[in-house]
C-alpha cells in the first residue's frame, strides 16, 4: 500500500473524481429513476450506456478523423459534440423505450413474478452485449482526440485540462435541466407521483404506462449524454464497457439511496473520488473489487443509502 | 406456439396416466430402460445426431450432461428456492481448481480429492450465503454476479495457482474397477458423470418430496409469508446455496479431470448466464425439465454450429421470450394432481 | 384466573414521522375469541405485523403464554404459538392444498436436511406427522376433496380457509385472522362465524380482524377498538355497540354497520 501517491496528487486524484462521478452520475439517475418507478433494477441500462458510446463512434467515424489530426478548435469542437451528445442521447433513449417495451412491458402487465423480470433483463442485457461483441469484432474501438487535453491550468499538482472542465461543466448544466423536468414539469410531477404511490397516481389520472417509457427515455437520453462525455474522456469503448461502469454507476446509485435522485448525485461523486484515492493506494486492478465491497457494505449495512428512504425492504 | 404446449401437455398428461396407473415393477422397469438408455448414448453411431466439429461423444461430455449436472445444482437455488443466483460459475470454479492443484501438489488421487473440491466449493456457498441471503431479490442477484467475477478475478491474479495462465498437465481419475480415463476417450468421462448426476438427482428428489423441498418452495413462492408459518428461511436458503454449490464443485473437479488443463477465463459470467438459461428453459423447479433443458441448450448450439458464434445471443433471446411467454418453462413444476403422494 | 395467552404492552410504532400505534394494550385470554376492529388504516394489521414479529415495535412488549416475543424473527414467534392469515389470501400458489398446510407443520418438528436426506427413522416419522396432521386439518376445515389441488387454482372460498389450515398446522396458542370474512356473502359469513366457533372449541384463542359488524358482534367474547393507532374502547359486543365514541370514529349509526 503507497499512500505517497495519494498525498502528493491528492488534488488532482480528487478533481479526476469529480470527473468520473459526474459521468456515473450520469448513468446512476437511469438506474434511480427506473427503480424509483417500477421498483426493479433496469440490469440492461448498462448497455444503454454502452450503445451511447457505440453511437458515438459511429458519428465521428462519419467524419474521417484519424487520430492522428491537431485537435479541433474551440468552437468546431463544440459543435460536433453537441452532435455526438445529441445521436448519442436519442439512440439511448430510444433504445431505453423499446428494451421497456420488450423485455419489461409485458411481465409487468402480467405481474409476473420478481424474479422473471430480473431474468428477463439479464436475459436482454446479455443479448446486446452480445450482438455489438459480434458487430465490433470484440475490438477496442478508439476514438480521435478531438480536444486539446493539455493543462491549460496547473496549481501544484492539479492539472486542470480542457476535457475535464467540459464534463464537469456540461454535467452541471444536465443536472439543472434535470432539477426543472423532475421539480417543475408535468412529466417530473407524473414520475414522482409513480414513485410514490403507483395505484393513487393511477386514480388521480395518471397514465402510467407513459410515464414509465418517458422515464426509461429519460435514463436513456442521461445514459447517451454521458456516453459521449465518457468518449470523449476515455477515448476507448468495446461491447462490454457497459458492465464495469454499470457496476459502478449502479454502486452509486445505491450508496445515494437507490430511487432517490439526489443520492444518486451525491453517490456518483463520493464513489468516483473513493475509486480515484483507493486506486492510488492499492493500485488500479482493485478498483473494481474495492467498488464491489462499497456495494455489498452499503446493502448489508444501510440498504436505504445515504438518503434514501426504505422504499421497500432490501433487507428480509 | 399453442399447438405445441397442447401438444406437449397432452404428452405429458398421457404419460402421467401411464405413470399413475403403472405398479411398482413398471416404474421400476421403466426406470431402468431409460437410465440404460442413457447408458448407452456414446455408443450412437449415427450421422444425424452427430455434430460437426467436436465428436458426439465429446459433446456428450461436455457440454450436455456437465450442464446437465449443473443445471441441477443451480435449479435447487434458482428454480426450488427462488433466488437468483447469478455467479454459478464460481462453484464450478472451485472445484475444477481444487482438483487442479491438489491433484499436483498432493499425493492424492481424483477420487480423495473430490470431497475436498465438493467441501470447498461447499464453504464458499456458506462465505457468499450468510452476508447475501439476507438481501432481497435484485440485490442479492447483483451480489452473486459479483461474486462469480470476483473469483475470476483472484484465479487471474494468483499465480500460485497459475494466474491467467491457468494450470496445466492436470492429471485424471485413476483407473476404477478396471475402467482406465484417458484423455482421448471422453466415454468413460461421461458415464462417471452420469453415474454421479443420477445420484445427485436421487438426492434431490428425496429432499424436494420432504420437509426440505417443501420449505424451499414456500421460500420461492412468497418469503414472507413462508417465516410466519415458521420456515427457517435463512437456513434453508443457506442450504440451497451448499447443496448447489457441492454439486457445482462437483461438476467442476470431473471437469478439470477431463479437460487436463484450466484457465480463468473458462470460467466467466456467460457460463452462469447458460447454466441459468437451461434452468429457466426447461422449467424452473422441475428436475426433468432442467435437464431437458440442458439436453436441448447444450446440443443445439454444437449440432447447428453456426450458432456457436451466436449462443449467447441465443440464449439471451431465449431467456426474454422465455420469461414473456411462457414463465414456467417447457416442463413446469406442474404437480399431478392426482398421482402426486403414490411415486415418492 | 383466566390466562392471557398473548399480551400486546404499550406498544408504540413510528414508521418514518408517522405513529402509527400510539401505547396500544391488548390481550386475548384463553378459549376466547376476540376482535379487533377501528376503520382502514387505523393499524389493525399492523398490531398483526408487530406481534408475529414482522416490524420491531419502537417501544413496548409482546407476550405469549407470558413469554416476551421481543427479538424473535417471525419464523420463531410462529413456532412458539402464533398463527396468522391475511389480508390478502397469500398462499403458496404453486404448491398443493395438502402441501401449504404441511408446510407450516413442518415447523412444528426439527428434522433438518441431512435426516430427510437419508431417511433416518426420525425423519420418517416426522414426515409421516405432518402429512397426517395436514390431512386432518383439511378434513377439519371441510377441504380433504382438494387436497392435491394447486392452491392458486382452489375457488376463493377454499382458499381462505385453506389459509385458516395452514395456520392452525403451527398449533397457535392464538390464531390471528385477518379479515377472513372479505368476499364472502351472508350465507359463507355463518359459516365462516361456524367454523371460528368451532375452532375456539377446539382449543384455540382467536383474535380477529373484521369489518363485518354482524359477524364481529355475532362471535366475539370481546371487542377491542382501534382508530388512528390507538385503542379507544374495550369490551363486550354490546357494550361497543353503544360506545359513542366507536359509533362517532367508526361504526356510524347502528343499522349502517354491516
Redesign the interface.
Same mark, same amino acid.
Given at each position: 500500500m503507497d499512500f505517497s501517491i495519494l498525498i502528493t496528487n491528492f488534488w488532482s486524484l480528487g478533481l479526476d473524481g469529480i470527473v468520473v462521478g459526474a459521468i456515473y452520475a450520469l448513468i446512476s439517475l437511469g438506474y434511480t429513476l427506473v427503480y424509483g418507478v417500477l421498483r426493479l433494477i433496469n440490469f440492461a441500462h448498462s448497455e444503454i450506456f454502452m450503445i451511447g458510446t457505440m453511437s458515438a463512434y459511429f458519428v465521428i467515424l462519419q467524419f474521417g478523423f484519424t487520430g492522428y489530426e491537431d485537435p479541433l478548435p474551440l468552437l468546431e469542437f463544440v459543435g460536433i459534440f453537441l452532435l455526438l451528445a445529441t445521436v448519442s442521447a436519442i439512440v439511448s433513449g430510444g433504445s431505453a423505450v423499446l428494451l421497456e417495451i420488450v423485455a419489461y412491458r409485458r411481465l409487468r402487465i402480467m405481474k409476473a413474478s420478481r424474479l422473471s423480470s430480473l431474468i428477463s433483463a439479464i436475459g436482454a442485457s446479455f443479448v446486446l452485449v452480445e450482438v455489438f461483441r459480434v458487430m465490433t469484432d470484440s475490438k477496442n474501438l478508439d476514438f480521435p482526440r478531438l480536444i486539446n487535453k493539455d493543462p491549460f491550468f496547473t496549481w501544484g499538482t492539479l492539472y486542470l485540462s480542457a476535457d475535464k472542465v467540459l464534463v464537469i461543466v456540461g454535467a452541471a448544466i444536465i443536472f439543472l435541466i434535470l432539477n426543472r423536468i423532475i421539480n417543475h414539469t408535468k412529466l417530473g410531477l407524473g414520475i414522482r407521483a409513480v414513485s410514490q404511490d403507483e395505484r393513487t397516481a393511477i386514480l388521480m389520472g395518471v397514465n402510467v404506462n407513459r410515464i414509465i417509457s418517458y422515464t426509461f427515455l429519460l435514463g436513456g437520453v442521461l445514459a447517451g449524454v454521458g456516453s459521449a462525455f465518457y468518449m470523449v474522456f476515455y477515448e476507448t469503448t468495446k461491447s462490454n464497457v457497459g458492465f464495469l461502469v454499470g457496476i459502478s454507476a449502479f454502486t452509486a446509485a445505491v450508496l445515494g439511496g437507490i430511487g432517490n435522485v439526489k443520492g444518486a448525485l451525491y453517490g456518483s461523486f463520493a464513489l468516483g473520488l473513493v475509486q480515484q484515492y483507493t486506486s492510488a493506494v492499492l493500485g488500479y486492478n482493485w478498483r473494481d473489487v474495492v467498488t464491489f465491497v462499497i456495494l455489498v457494505l452499503v446493502l448489508l449495512i444501510k440498504p436505504t443509502g445515504l438518503f434514501g428512504e426504505a422504499l421497500q425492504k432490501a433487507r428480509v | 406456439m399453442s399447438g405445441i404446449k397442447a401438444s406437449s401437455l397432452n404428452l405429458r398428461n398421457k404419460f402421467g396416466d401411464w405413470w399413475e396407473g403403472a405398479n411398482a415393477a413398471q416404474r421400476t422397469i421403466f426406470r431402468i430402460v431409460v437410465i440404460g438408455v442413457f447408458f448407452a448414448l456414446p455408443m450412437i453411431n449415427n450421422p444425424i445426431i452427430d455434430t460437426p466439429e467436436t465428436s458426439f461423444t465429446s459433446v456428450l461430455f461436455y457440454p450436455l450432461i456437465m450442464f446437465s449436472l449443473m443445471a441441477i445444482g443451480l435449479n435447487v437455488v434458482v428454480g426450488k428456492s427462488g433466488i437468483l443466483d447469478l455467479g454459478y460459475v464460481a462453484f464450478f470454479a472451485i472445484g475444477a481448481y481444487t482438483h487442479a492443484v491438489m491433484s499436483i501438489h498432493t499425493p492424492l488421487n481424483f477420487w480423495e480429492i473430490l470431497p475436498f473440491a465438493m467441501a470447498f466449493a461447499m464453504l464458499a456457498g456458506v462465505i457468499l450465503g450468510l452476508p447475501a441471503l439476507r438481501l432481497r431479490g435484485d440485490y442479492l442477484a447483483i451480489i452473486t454476479l459479483g461474486f462469480g467475477e470476483i473469483v475470476r478475478i483472484v484465479a487471474v491474479n494468483t499465480e500460485a495457482i497459475g494466474g491467467a495462465a491457468g494450470i496445466t498437465d492436470i492429471p485424471g481419475p485413476s483407473s476404477v474397477f478396471g475402467i482406465e480415463f484417458t484423455v482421448m476417450d471422453p466415454r468413460t468421462y461421461y458415464w462417471l458423470t452420469l453415474t454421479l448426476l443420477l445420484l445427485v438427482i436421487w438426492g434431490v428428489l428425496r429432499l424436494s418430496h420432504r420437509k426440505p423441498g417443501r420449505a424451499w418452495e414456500a421460500i420461492r413462492e412468497d418469503e414472507d409469508v413462508a417465516e410466519f408459518m415458521g420456515v427457517a428461511t435463512l437456513k434453508y436458503k443457506l442450504w440451497a446455496f451448499i447443496i448447489g454449490g457441492a454439486v457445482g464443485g462437483l461438476a467442476g473437479a470431473i471437469y478439470a479431470s477431463q479437460i487436463r488443463s484450466i484457465q480463468p477465463e473458462m470460467f466467466t459470467l456467460n457460463l452462469s448466464i447458460m447454466i441459468l438459461a437451461c434452468v429457466v428453459f426447461g422449467g424452473m423447479g422441475n428436475i426433468w425439465g432442467v435437464i431437458l433443458g440442458a439436453v436441448i441448450l447444450g446440443y443445439i448450439p454444437e449440432k447447428l454450429r453456426f450458432l456457436s458464434d451466436y449462443r449467447i445471443i441465443f440464449f439471451g433471446l431465449l431467456m426474454v421470450v422465455m420469461m414473456n411467454i411462457r414463465p414456467n418453462g417447457l416442463l413446469p413444476r406442474q404437480k399431478r394432481e392426482k398421482f402426486q403422494e403414490k411415486s415418492k | 384466573m383466566t390466562k392471557k395467552l398473548l399480551e400486546v404492552q404499550d406498544i408504540l410504532v413510528n414508521f418514518?414521522g408517522v405513529t402509527a400505534l400510539n401505547k396500544v394494550n391488548l390481550h386475548v385470554n384463553e378459549g376466547e375469541i376476540a376482535a379487533l376492529i377501528g376503520p382502514n388504516g387505523a393499524g389493525k394489521t399492523t398490531v398483526f405485523n408487530i406481534v408475529?414479529g414482522?416490524y420491531t415495535p419502537t417501544s413496548g412488549n409482546v407476550i405469549v403464554d407470558g413469554e416476551s416475543m421481543l427479538g424473535l424473527?417471525?419464523?420463531q414467534i410462529?413456532?412458539k404459538g402464533l398463527?396468522?392469515t391475511?389480508q390478502n389470501i397469500? /398462499?403458496?400458489?404453486?404448491?398443493?392444498a395438502v402441501?401449504n398446510v404441511?408446510?407450516?407443520a413442518?415447523?412444528?418438528?426439527k428434522?433438518g /436436511?441431512v435426516g430427510?436426506?437419508f431417511?433416518v427413522p426420525r425423519?420418517r416419522r416426522?414426515?409421516a406427522a405432518?402429512m397426517e396432521k395436514a390431512h386432518e386439518l383439511l378434513k377439519f376445515i371441510g377441504l380433504e376433496h382438494r387436497a392435491?389441488?394447486?392452491a392458486k387454482n382452489l375457488p376463493y372460498g377454499d382458499q381462505r380457509r385453506l389459509e385458516i389450515a395452514?395456520?392452525l398446522?403451527?398449533n397457535p396458542k392464538v390464531l390471528l385472522l385477518d379479515e377472513p370474512a372479505a368476499g364472502f356473502n351472508p350465507q359463507e359469513k355463518v359459516e365462516l362465524g361456524q367454523l371460528i366457533r368451532k375452532i375456539r372449541d377446539r382449543g384455540f384463542a382467536v383474535l380477529l380482524i373484521e369489518h363485518d359488524m354482524s359477524l364481529v358482534m355475532e362471535i366475539s367474547d370481546r371487542v377491542s377498538v382501534l382508530d388512528f393507532g390507538q385503542k379507544i374502547a374495550e369490551g363486550t359486543p354490546a357494550e361497543i355497540q353503544n360506545n359513542q365514541r366507536v359509533i362517532d370514529a367508526y361504526l356510524g349509526v347502528a343499522e349502517d354497520a354491516s
Open positions: - | - | 418514518g408475529t414482522y424473527r417471525p419464523y410462529a413456532r398463527g396468522r391475511f397469500r /398462499l403458496f400458489g404453486d404448491m398443493t402441501e404441511a408446510t407450516a413442518d415447523s412444528l418438528n428434522s /436436511l430427510s436426506l431417511g425423519s416426522d414426515e405432518s392435491l389441488q394447486m395452514r395456520a398446522a403451527l
